[in-house]
């Protein structure tokens, strides 16, 4: 699936996007890998809510400042977008269970965009349980 | 699983129940998803020493620190727990193999309960592989 | 698999490893789960650039310095090991397409020594979709 991005950091709501697929699988029970194929994005999920998600960003910001004498910075001036993406993490798993996603009343999956605007991709991988 | 927590924050291994039902399924290989449908709590794999439990604890105050201006706080109170859980992570996955979980000698499987006391899931998915 | 670290702490690209194992499979669709049994260790999915490596253990002192009164130490002199890899966490899992691992062009996996050298085991599970 691609995003695109708009802002430098950014949190996008793919929770419909995920429920789409699994509803137009046949999977009754199994697993949904939800990942990204970037080095400065992540997947999280959480609440969505706007005063959290800003919340969000000022930890990441107070945790991982930008431009704090990094040695990856003269090569792309982009480490703190990097290491935040280490610690937020690149994939998130949710369970299938009769056909539906396990996600809880305020569980939505969240694209980090974390080295914006750009365009971006997201891989929803289904693996049905036959056990 | 339902579990009832007893406190704010609590750490609560639950290695025992995950193994129980690995051994109930006719699993051989493949995968078992450990998750929470909660967005303040988490899981989490490490040593079940009571020191470092509360190292952990001790940790997410000094990161995560709480009533620390949060936007989310207004609202609901707790930014700091839900926080805490995007920085630890809504699952875990761990291998199966030959029908027994793969753990190494002081892995243990914990739920965390970040935003107590409350009765809380925690979903248990065992993916068989056929391949 | 096996892994000699050689220092107390150390990022070791893996990914050629896990490439290996998916192409000996026969699995065209499904994920890949890399996992370790250590509880001072990690698995992360980032760019292999030396200044970024040495920027992710400049940040790990930061955040959980050693020696900083834990609980734990008196036991085993190693609580900052062991938060440093709750915090990044035991596995990364990512998709097979195709008979191919979906990894970004700058996506790397590594096995993250927190507490070495030692020896080391990691374990790449693939299941396939047959769905």
Request: hydrophobic share 40%; glycine share 6%.
């Amino acid at each position: 699936m691609r995003i695109d991005t708009n802002r430098a950091v950014e949190l996008i709501d793919i929770t419909d996007d995920v429920l789409a697929e699994v509803y137009k699988s046949s999977i009754q029970n199994g697993i949904c890998l939800v990942s990204t194929t970037h080095t400065t994005t992540a997947i999280i999920i959480n609440e969505n809510e706007p005063g959290l998600l800003s919340d969000m960003f000022n930890l990441l910001n107070k945790l991982v400042p930008p431009g704090a004498g990094y040695n990856h910075d003269p090569i792309d001036n982009n480490a703190d977008s990097h290491l935040r993406a280490m610690l937020l993490g690149s994939s998130e798993t949710v369970p299938i269970v009769d056909g539906k996603l396990v996600l809880g009343t305020w569980q939505r999956i969240f694209f980090v965009e974390l080295d914006g605007p750009r365009q971006r991709k997201v891989h929803i991988t289904l693996v049905k349980n036959v056990g």
